[in-house]
Protein backbone atom coordinates (compact mmCIF):
# COMPACT_ATOMS: atom_id res chain seq x y z
CA UNK A 1 0.00 0.00 0.00
CA UNK A 2 2.76 2.35 0.98
CA UNK A 3 4.68 1.95 -1.75
CA UNK A 4 1.44 2.41 -4.26
CA UNK A 5 1.06 5.85 -2.66
CA UNK A 6 4.55 6.37 -3.48
CA UNK A 7 4.00 5.77 -6.97
CA UNK A 8 0.30 7.72 -7.23
CA UNK A 9 2.24 10.73 -5.32
CA UNK A 10 4.95 10.63 -8.06
CA UNK A 11 2.60 10.98 -10.91
CA UNK A 12 0.79 13.39 -9.03
CA UNK A 13 3.90 15.42 -9.30
CA UNK A 14 4.54 15.42 -13.03
CA UNK A 15 3.15 12.54 -14.49
CA UNK A 16 5.89 10.43 -17.01
CA UNK A 17 4.47 7.68 -19.11
CA UNK A 18 6.52 5.03 -17.35
CA UNK A 19 5.74 6.08 -14.18
CA UNK A 20 2.05 5.86 -14.92
CA UNK A 21 2.10 2.39 -16.97
CA UNK A 22 4.16 1.08 -13.30
CA UNK A 23 1.52 2.47 -11.29
CA UNK A 24 -1.73 1.12 -13.62
CA UNK A 25 0.22 -2.36 -13.42
CA UNK A 26 0.60 -1.87 -9.80
CA UNK A 27 -2.80 -0.99 -9.28
CA UNK A 28 -3.80 -4.32 -11.88
CA UNK A 29 -1.84 -6.86 -9.48
CA UNK A 30 -3.36 -5.60 -6.57
CA UNK A 31 -6.83 -5.75 -7.73
CA UNK A 32 -5.66 -9.38 -9.06
CA UNK A 33 -4.53 -10.99 -6.01
CA UNK A 34 -7.39 -8.66 -4.30
CA UNK A 35 -4.06 -7.83 -2.27
CA UNK A 36 -2.98 -11.54 -1.19
CA UNK A 37 0.04 -11.23 -0.45
CA UNK A 38 2.62 -13.84 -2.63
CA UNK A 39 3.06 -16.46 -0.47
CA UNK A 40 6.50 -18.04 -0.51
CA UNK A 41 7.50 -21.60 -0.47
CA UNK A 42 8.72 -22.56 3.66
CA UNK A 43 8.68 -25.98 3.09
CA UNK A 44 8.36 -29.34 0.90
CA UNK A 45 7.28 -32.63 2.92
CA UNK A 46 6.90 -35.81 1.46
CA UNK A 47 3.98 -38.55 2.71
CA UNK A 48 4.72 -41.95 2.42
CA UNK A 49 1.67 -44.37 3.40
CA UNK A 50 0.40 -47.65 2.46
CA UNK A 51 -3.12 -48.04 3.30
CA UNK A 52 -3.46 -50.87 1.19
CA UNK A 53 -1.08 -53.30 -1.36
CA UNK A 54 -0.10 -50.22 -2.80
CA UNK A 55 2.64 -47.51 -1.63
CA UNK A 56 1.29 -44.28 -2.18
CA UNK A 57 3.25 -40.74 -2.27
CA UNK A 58 2.25 -37.78 -1.41
CA UNK A 59 4.11 -34.45 -1.60
CA UNK A 60 2.90 -31.23 1.34
CA UNK A 61 4.09 -27.93 0.24
CA UNK A 62 4.06 -25.24 3.31
CA UNK A 63 3.89 -21.70 2.52
CA UNK A 64 4.47 -18.97 4.96
CA UNK A 65 1.02 -17.95 5.33
CA UNK A 66 -0.10 -19.41 8.53
CA UNK A 67 -2.55 -22.67 7.24
CA UNK A 68 -1.77 -21.98 3.57
CA UNK A 69 -0.25 -25.30 2.27
CA UNK A 70 -1.15 -27.79 -0.58
CA UNK A 71 -1.12 -31.70 -1.28
CA UNK A 72 -0.19 -33.34 -4.61
CA UNK A 73 -0.01 -36.76 -6.17
CA UNK A 74 3.69 -37.97 -6.50
CA UNK A 75 2.62 -41.79 -6.32
CA UNK A 76 4.82 -44.46 -8.56
CA UNK A 77 4.16 -47.17 -6.27
CA UNK A 78 7.01 -49.40 -7.88
CA UNK A 79 9.78 -47.35 -6.64
CA UNK A 80 7.94 -44.81 -4.08
CA UNK A 81 11.59 -45.05 -1.88
CA UNK A 82 13.29 -43.37 -4.67
CA UNK A 83 10.56 -40.37 -5.08
CA UNK A 84 10.89 -39.33 -1.54
CA UNK A 85 14.64 -38.40 -1.51
CA UNK A 86 14.07 -36.97 -4.88
CA UNK A 87 11.84 -34.46 -3.57
CA UNK A 88 13.69 -34.12 -0.41
CA UNK A 89 17.31 -33.79 -1.46
CA UNK A 90 16.76 -31.81 -4.55
CA UNK A 91 13.47 -29.96 -5.15
CA UNK A 92 12.86 -28.94 -1.06
CA UNK A 93 16.06 -26.81 -1.50
CA UNK A 94 15.66 -26.07 -4.93
CA UNK A 95 12.24 -24.49 -3.89
CA UNK A 96 12.40 -23.12 -0.49
CA UNK A 97 11.61 -18.84 -0.55
CA UNK A 98 10.18 -19.27 -3.79
CA UNK A 99 7.14 -17.58 -4.76
CA UNK A 100 4.20 -20.33 -4.64
CA UNK A 101 2.04 -18.66 -6.99
CA UNK A 102 4.13 -19.08 -10.37
CA UNK A 103 3.05 -22.78 -10.94
CA UNK A 104 4.67 -22.70 -14.72
CA UNK A 105 7.14 -21.15 -14.53
CA UNK A 106 8.00 -23.30 -11.02
CA UNK A 107 7.32 -26.58 -13.26
CA UNK A 108 9.76 -25.28 -15.92
CA UNK A 109 12.51 -24.50 -13.39
CA UNK A 110 12.33 -27.85 -11.75
CA UNK A 111 12.02 -29.86 -14.92
CA UNK A 112 15.27 -28.07 -16.29
CA UNK A 113 17.06 -28.37 -12.84
CA UNK A 114 18.06 -31.63 -13.46
CA UNK A 115 19.28 -31.40 -17.03
CA UNK A 116 18.22 -34.57 -18.07
CA UNK A 117 14.47 -34.87 -17.57
CA UNK A 118 11.20 -37.01 -18.69
CA UNK A 119 11.40 -39.69 -15.67
CA UNK A 120 9.39 -41.68 -13.86
CA UNK A 121 11.19 -40.85 -10.95
CA UNK A 122 11.46 -37.05 -11.32
CA UNK A 123 8.59 -36.85 -13.10
CA UNK A 124 6.69 -38.09 -10.20
CA UNK A 125 8.62 -35.58 -7.62
CA UNK A 126 7.60 -32.77 -9.86
CA UNK A 127 3.92 -33.65 -9.91
CA UNK A 128 3.88 -33.77 -5.94
CA UNK A 129 4.83 -30.18 -5.85
CA UNK A 130 2.80 -28.90 -8.74
CA UNK A 131 -0.42 -30.77 -7.50
CA UNK A 132 0.36 -28.96 -4.22
CA UNK A 133 0.47 -25.62 -5.67
CA UNK A 134 -2.82 -25.60 -7.62
CA UNK A 135 -4.64 -26.67 -4.02
CA UNK A 136 -2.25 -23.68 -2.76
CA UNK A 137 -3.63 -21.54 -5.06
CA UNK A 138 -7.44 -22.88 -5.12
CA UNK A 139 -7.31 -22.63 -1.50
CA UNK A 140 -6.35 -19.08 -1.62
CA UNK A 141 -8.91 -17.92 -4.31
CA UNK A 142 -11.52 -19.92 -2.55
CA UNK A 143 -12.19 -21.69 -4.95
CA UNK A 144 -12.21 -25.88 -5.98
CA UNK A 145 -9.33 -26.28 -8.74
CA UNK A 146 -11.67 -27.09 -11.48
CA UNK A 147 -13.01 -23.57 -11.46
CA UNK A 148 -9.03 -22.24 -12.25
CA UNK A 149 -9.60 -24.78 -15.29
CA UNK A 150 -12.45 -22.83 -16.52
CA UNK A 151 -15.11 -24.65 -14.61
CA UNK A 152 -17.46 -27.84 -15.34
CA UNK A 153 -17.87 -28.88 -18.91
CA UNK A 154 -19.97 -31.33 -17.00
CA UNK A 155 -21.43 -32.05 -13.54
CA UNK A 156 -19.59 -35.05 -12.84
CA UNK A 157 -17.13 -37.83 -14.69
CA UNK A 158 -18.67 -40.88 -16.17
CA UNK A 159 -16.61 -43.80 -15.06
CA UNK A 160 -15.78 -47.37 -15.67
CA UNK A 161 -15.59 -50.04 -13.34
CA UNK A 162 -13.30 -53.35 -13.81
CA UNK A 163 -15.14 -56.26 -13.35
CA UNK A 164 -13.13 -60.18 -12.60
CA UNK A 165 -14.36 -63.58 -12.61
CA UNK A 166 -12.81 -66.72 -13.24
CA UNK A 167 -15.02 -67.46 -16.20
CA UNK A 168 -17.76 -65.87 -18.75
CA UNK A 169 -21.07 -65.90 -16.46
CA UNK A 170 -19.14 -64.62 -13.41
CA UNK A 171 -17.75 -61.59 -15.12
CA UNK A 172 -20.82 -61.13 -16.74
CA UNK A 173 -22.55 -61.30 -12.98
CA UNK A 174 -20.33 -58.70 -11.37
CA UNK A 175 -21.51 -56.61 -14.26
CA UNK A 176 -24.97 -56.86 -13.71
CA UNK A 177 -24.45 -56.54 -9.69
CA UNK A 178 -22.17 -53.00 -11.12
CA UNK A 179 -24.90 -51.58 -13.55
CA UNK A 180 -27.11 -52.15 -10.27
CA UNK A 181 -25.01 -49.34 -8.60
CA UNK A 182 -25.11 -47.71 -11.67
CA UNK A 183 -22.27 -48.30 -14.09
CA UNK A 184 -22.26 -48.51 -17.59
CA UNK A 185 -18.68 -49.05 -19.14
CA UNK A 186 -16.83 -52.08 -17.71
CA UNK A 187 -13.20 -53.49 -18.09
CA UNK A 188 -12.23 -56.97 -17.87
CA UNK A 189 -8.85 -58.56 -17.89
CA UNK A 190 -7.84 -62.15 -18.65
CA UNK A 191 -5.38 -64.09 -17.70
CA UNK A 192 -2.34 -66.07 -19.67
CA UNK A 193 -1.09 -67.92 -17.18
CA UNK A 194 0.36 -71.81 -17.51
CA UNK A 195 1.20 -73.63 -14.96
CA UNK A 196 4.41 -74.30 -14.00
CA UNK A 197 5.65 -77.93 -14.95
CA UNK A 198 3.29 -77.79 -17.74
CA UNK A 199 4.38 -79.33 -21.33
CA UNK A 200 6.39 -77.07 -23.37
CA UNK A 201 7.48 -74.79 -19.70
CA UNK A 202 10.89 -74.76 -19.77
CA UNK A 203 11.56 -73.27 -16.20
CA UNK A 204 10.54 -73.90 -12.77
CA UNK A 205 7.94 -70.63 -12.73
CA UNK A 206 4.20 -70.13 -13.76
CA UNK A 207 4.63 -69.02 -17.11
CA UNK A 208 2.62 -66.83 -19.82
CA UNK A 209 1.29 -67.74 -22.94
CA UNK A 210 0.00 -64.86 -24.86
CA UNK A 211 -1.99 -67.13 -27.54
CA UNK A 212 -3.88 -68.51 -24.44
CA UNK A 213 -4.23 -64.80 -23.26
CA UNK A 214 -5.38 -63.54 -26.33
CA UNK A 215 -8.18 -66.64 -27.43
CA UNK A 216 -9.11 -65.56 -23.42
CA UNK A 217 -9.95 -61.65 -24.12
CA UNK A 218 -11.51 -62.89 -27.87
CA UNK A 219 -14.08 -65.43 -26.13
CA UNK A 220 -14.67 -63.28 -23.03
CA UNK A 221 -15.50 -60.17 -25.41
CA UNK A 222 -18.23 -62.91 -27.44
CA UNK A 223 -19.48 -64.37 -24.14
CA UNK A 224 -19.90 -61.17 -22.62
CA UNK A 225 -21.70 -59.72 -25.60
CA UNK A 226 -23.68 -63.14 -25.93
CA UNK A 227 -24.94 -62.50 -22.64
CA UNK A 228 -25.32 -58.79 -22.07
CA UNK A 229 -26.14 -57.82 -25.66
CA UNK A 230 -24.35 -54.85 -27.41
CA UNK A 231 -25.47 -51.91 -25.54
CA UNK A 232 -23.13 -52.88 -22.46
CA UNK A 233 -19.84 -50.82 -23.16
CA UNK A 234 -17.23 -53.04 -22.80
CA UNK A 235 -13.27 -52.60 -22.68
CA UNK A 236 -10.11 -54.50 -22.28
CA UNK A 237 -6.37 -53.98 -20.68
CA UNK A 238 -4.38 -55.57 -23.04
CA UNK A 239 -1.82 -54.25 -20.39
CA UNK A 240 1.58 -54.14 -23.64
CA UNK A 241 1.69 -58.27 -22.88
CA UNK A 242 1.74 -59.37 -26.44
CA UNK A 243 3.83 -59.03 -29.57
CA UNK A 244 2.94 -56.12 -32.32
CA UNK A 245 1.93 -58.69 -34.94
CA UNK A 246 -0.57 -60.34 -32.21
CA UNK A 247 -1.89 -56.61 -31.11
CA UNK A 248 -2.76 -55.48 -35.08
CA UNK A 249 -4.68 -58.87 -34.99
CA UNK A 250 -6.49 -58.53 -31.78
CA UNK A 251 -7.59 -54.87 -32.69
CA UNK A 252 -9.00 -56.13 -35.95
CA UNK A 253 -10.21 -59.26 -34.44
CA UNK A 254 -11.86 -57.59 -31.43
CA UNK A 255 -13.85 -54.97 -33.74
CA UNK A 256 -16.97 -56.93 -34.51
CA UNK A 257 -17.36 -57.10 -30.38
CA UNK A 258 -17.35 -52.92 -30.87
CA UNK A 259 -15.22 -52.86 -27.72
CA UNK A 260 -15.47 -48.84 -26.06
CA UNK A 261 -11.55 -49.25 -26.24
CA UNK A 262 -8.72 -51.88 -26.13
CA UNK A 263 -6.28 -50.22 -23.66
CA UNK A 264 -2.40 -50.46 -24.52
CA UNK A 265 -2.60 -53.27 -27.30
CA UNK A 266 1.05 -52.28 -27.65
CA UNK A 267 4.28 -50.70 -25.57
CA UNK A 268 5.00 -47.39 -25.65
CA UNK A 269 8.33 -48.40 -27.70
CA UNK A 270 6.10 -49.81 -30.38
CA UNK A 271 4.17 -46.42 -30.59
CA UNK A 272 4.92 -46.66 -34.29
CA UNK A 273 2.94 -49.46 -35.14
CA UNK A 274 -0.57 -47.60 -34.25
CA UNK A 275 0.21 -46.41 -37.53
CA UNK A 276 -0.49 -49.68 -39.43
CA UNK A 277 -3.40 -50.62 -36.47
CA UNK A 278 -4.99 -47.50 -37.94
CA UNK A 279 -4.96 -48.27 -41.33
CA UNK A 280 -6.40 -51.59 -40.66
CA UNK A 281 -9.17 -51.34 -38.60
CA UNK A 282 -11.70 -49.08 -36.24
CA UNK A 283 -11.16 -50.56 -32.95
CA UNK A 284 -11.33 -47.84 -30.19
CA UNK A 285 -7.25 -47.34 -28.59
CA UNK A 286 -6.82 -46.17 -25.29
CA UNK A 287 -2.94 -45.48 -24.06
CA UNK A 288 -0.16 -43.89 -22.38
CA UNK A 289 -0.50 -44.64 -18.61
CA UNK A 290 3.18 -45.46 -19.42
CA UNK A 291 4.12 -42.36 -20.97
CA UNK A 292 6.64 -40.17 -18.83
CA UNK A 293 7.66 -38.00 -21.99
CA UNK A 294 5.52 -35.37 -24.79
CA UNK A 295 7.90 -37.36 -27.11
CA UNK A 296 5.51 -40.37 -26.29
CA UNK A 297 2.13 -38.73 -26.43
CA UNK A 298 2.72 -35.89 -29.10
CA UNK A 299 2.83 -38.05 -32.12
CA UNK A 300 -0.22 -40.28 -31.27
CA UNK A 301 -2.41 -37.20 -30.78
CA UNK A 302 -1.40 -35.55 -33.43
CA UNK A 303 -1.24 -38.19 -36.04
CA UNK A 304 -4.95 -39.32 -34.42
CA UNK A 305 -3.23 -42.61 -33.81
CA UNK A 306 -5.14 -43.47 -30.91
CA UNK A 307 -8.80 -42.32 -29.28
CA UNK A 308 -8.73 -41.99 -25.64
CA UNK A 309 -5.26 -40.70 -23.74
CA UNK A 310 -4.62 -42.61 -20.74
CA UNK A 311 -1.72 -40.74 -19.27
CA UNK A 312 -0.56 -40.99 -15.17
CA UNK A 313 -0.83 -37.43 -14.65
CA UNK A 314 1.19 -37.63 -11.99
CA UNK A 315 4.07 -40.11 -14.37
CA UNK A 316 3.95 -36.91 -17.09
CA UNK A 317 4.47 -34.73 -13.99
CA UNK A 318 1.70 -33.47 -12.60
CA UNK A 319 -1.44 -31.09 -13.45
CA UNK A 320 0.30 -28.68 -15.58
CA UNK A 321 1.49 -30.79 -18.26
CA UNK A 322 -1.81 -32.39 -18.46
CA UNK A 323 -4.14 -29.77 -18.70
CA UNK A 324 -1.91 -28.65 -22.10
CA UNK A 325 -2.25 -32.86 -23.16
CA UNK A 326 -6.37 -32.16 -23.01
CA UNK A 327 -5.80 -29.58 -25.24
CA UNK A 328 -3.54 -30.69 -27.75
CA UNK A 329 -5.84 -33.94 -27.55
CA UNK A 330 -8.63 -31.75 -28.10
CA UNK A 331 -7.75 -30.16 -31.02
CA UNK A 332 -6.66 -33.61 -32.53
CA UNK A 333 -10.69 -35.42 -31.91
CA UNK A 334 -8.43 -37.64 -28.96
CA UNK A 335 -10.87 -37.81 -25.52
CA UNK A 336 -9.11 -38.15 -22.13
CA UNK A 337 -9.40 -41.24 -20.35
CA UNK A 338 -6.92 -40.49 -16.95
CA UNK A 339 -5.39 -43.00 -15.54
CA UNK A 340 -6.97 -43.64 -12.21
CA UNK A 341 -6.23 -47.19 -10.31
CA UNK A 342 -5.28 -47.86 -7.08
CA UNK A 343 -2.07 -46.22 -7.00
CA UNK A 344 -2.78 -43.15 -7.60
CA UNK A 345 -3.30 -41.06 -4.25
CA UNK A 346 -7.39 -39.29 -3.26
CA UNK A 347 -5.40 -36.32 -3.88
CA UNK A 348 -4.61 -37.29 -7.57
CA UNK A 349 -7.98 -39.15 -8.37
CA UNK A 350 -9.20 -35.55 -7.72
CA UNK A 351 -6.87 -34.00 -10.46
CA UNK A 352 -8.09 -36.89 -12.60
CA UNK A 353 -11.43 -35.46 -11.54
CA UNK A 354 -10.86 -31.55 -11.70
CA UNK A 355 -9.20 -32.65 -15.41
CA UNK A 356 -12.51 -34.79 -16.52
CA UNK A 357 -15.21 -31.97 -15.53
CA UNK A 358 -13.23 -29.26 -17.24
CA UNK A 359 -12.20 -30.57 -20.38
CA UNK A 360 -14.11 -30.24 -23.27
CA UNK A 361 -13.08 -33.79 -24.61
CA UNK A 362 -13.86 -35.90 -21.83
CA UNK A 363 -13.92 -39.91 -22.35
CA UNK A 364 -14.36 -41.89 -19.11
CA UNK A 365 -12.37 -42.02 -15.85
CA UNK A 366 -11.11 -44.77 -13.93
CA UNK A 367 -11.46 -44.09 -10.49
CA UNK A 368 -10.48 -46.42 -8.00
CA UNK A 369 -12.10 -47.66 -4.73
CA UNK A 370 -11.28 -46.14 -1.12
CA UNK A 371 -10.63 -48.68 1.39
CA UNK A 372 -11.09 -47.41 5.01
CA UNK A 373 -7.32 -47.09 6.08
CA UNK A 374 -6.97 -44.89 3.29
CA UNK A 375 -10.41 -42.87 4.02
CA UNK A 376 -8.96 -42.75 7.83
CA UNK A 377 -5.63 -41.01 6.35
CA UNK A 378 -7.31 -38.89 3.59
CA UNK A 379 -10.49 -36.94 4.38
CA UNK A 380 -12.16 -35.67 0.81
CA UNK A 381 -11.89 -38.82 -1.00
CA UNK A 382 -14.02 -38.21 -4.38
CA UNK A 383 -17.58 -39.32 -4.50
CA UNK A 384 -18.77 -42.03 -6.69
CA UNK A 385 -22.88 -41.72 -7.00
CA UNK A 386 -24.66 -43.99 -9.82
CA UNK A 387 -21.30 -44.83 -12.04
CA UNK A 388 -20.38 -40.67 -12.02
CA UNK A 389 -17.47 -39.43 -10.27
CA UNK A 390 -17.89 -35.79 -8.44
CA UNK A 391 -15.50 -33.26 -7.85
CA UNK A 392 -14.87 -31.80 -4.21
CA UNK A 393 -16.78 -28.30 -4.24
CA UNK A 394 -14.07 -27.09 -1.13
CA UNK A 395 -11.27 -24.84 -1.95
CA UNK A 396 -8.15 -26.67 -3.62
CA UNK A 397 -8.32 -30.21 -3.93
CA UNK A 398 -10.68 -30.36 -1.42
CA UNK A 399 -8.19 -33.44 0.23
CA UNK A 400 -6.54 -33.18 3.68
CA UNK A 401 -3.93 -35.80 4.92
CA UNK A 402 -4.33 -36.47 8.65
CA UNK A 403 -0.63 -37.42 9.48
CA UNK A 404 -1.58 -39.08 13.23
CA UNK A 405 -3.36 -41.76 10.76
CA UNK A 406 -0.92 -41.35 8.03
CA UNK A 407 2.25 -42.67 10.67
CA UNK A 408 -0.02 -45.83 11.30
CA UNK A 409 -0.10 -47.48 7.67
CA UNK A 410 3.94 -46.74 7.03
CA UNK A 411 4.96 -48.60 3.70
CA UNK A 412 4.96 -52.33 4.69
CA UNK A 413 7.69 -54.83 3.88
CA UNK A 414 5.19 -57.78 3.22
CA UNK A 415 5.93 -60.93 3.59
CA UNK A 416 5.59 -61.76 -0.12
CA UNK A 417 7.38 -61.10 -3.41
CA UNK A 418 6.08 -56.94 -3.63
CA UNK A 419 7.00 -57.07 0.10
CA UNK A 420 10.23 -57.87 -0.83
CA UNK A 421 11.21 -55.71 -3.64
CA UNK A 422 9.78 -52.47 -1.67
CA UNK A 423 6.45 -52.44 -4.31
CA UNK A 424 8.31 -53.25 -7.00
CA UNK A 425 7.36 -56.43 -9.34
CA UNK A 426 9.04 -59.22 -10.17
CA UNK A 427 9.38 -60.97 -13.78
CA UNK A 428 6.78 -63.20 -16.09
CA UNK A 429 7.89 -65.03 -18.39
CA UNK A 430 6.92 -66.92 -21.25
CA UNK A 431 7.07 -70.74 -21.42
CA UNK A 432 10.87 -70.77 -23.00
CA UNK A 433 11.47 -68.39 -20.42
CA UNK A 434 11.90 -65.24 -22.78
CA UNK A 435 10.80 -62.44 -19.81
CA UNK A 436 7.98 -59.57 -20.62
CA UNK A 437 6.29 -56.34 -20.56
CA UNK A 438 4.09 -57.21 -17.73
C1 LIG B 1 -4.77 -49.72 -15.34
C2 LIG B 1 -3.36 -50.17 -15.15
C3 LIG B 1 -3.03 -50.72 -13.84
C4 LIG B 1 -1.51 -50.86 -13.73
C5 LIG B 1 -1.01 -50.35 -12.41
C6 LIG B 1 0.49 -50.37 -12.36
O1 LIG B 1 -5.13 -49.57 -16.48
O2 LIG B 1 -5.45 -49.46 -14.37
O3 LIG B 1 -2.95 -50.90 -16.24
O4 LIG B 1 -3.67 -51.87 -13.63
O5 LIG B 1 -1.10 -52.15 -13.94
O6 LIG B 1 -1.46 -49.07 -12.23
O7 LIG B 1 0.96 -50.05 -11.11
MG1 LIG C 1 -3.87 -50.11 -17.98
Request: glycine share 10%; proline share 5%.
Amino acid sequence: MRRRSFLASLVATGPSLALQRAADAEQRTQQATRGMRTPLIRDVQVIGVQPGNVRLVVVKVITDQDGLYGYGCATFTQRADLVVPAVEKYLRPFLTGRPADRIEDLWQAMYNSSYWRNGPVLNNAISGVDQALWDIKGRQAGMPVYQLLGGKCREAADLYVGVNGANVSQMADAIRKAQATGYRHFRFNVGGDVAAGSPGVLHSATAFDRSTYIRAILATFEGLRKELGNEVELMNDVHEKITPTQALQLCRDVEKFRPFFLEDPLSPEDNAYYRIIRQQCSTPIAMGELFNSPHEWTPLITERLIDYIRVHVSQAGGLTPARKIAILAEAHGVRTAWHGPADVSPVGHCANLALSVAAYNFGIQELAAFNDATREIFSGCPVVKNGYGYVNEAPGWGVEVDVKAAAKYPFRQDNNERGRLNGGWGDVRLPDGTVIKQ
